[in-house]
């Protein structure tokens, strides 16, 4: 399986919130679990799809204290 780029990501990125946005906010979570669920069928690996479930619903972690130099 390859990465995307950074360059990549971002389009994607773009494509995505144009599509949450046409989607509109009474149908978003709807569009959101049949993109997800297009997604699973497509590349399968249900396991590795339920793992990025959990990941994606756990809170960000905090902010790296910045290193002091002295």
Known sequence: MSTLTFEQLETLYDELAAAIDQAGPA???VFLAKLVLA???E???ADRISA????????PAPPAEPQRLI
């Open 43 to 45: 590349f399968g690996h």
């Open 39 to 41: 997604m699973a069928h």
């Open 52 to 59: 990025l479930l959990r990941e994606c619903l756990a809170p």
């Open 27 to 29: 149908q978003e979570s």
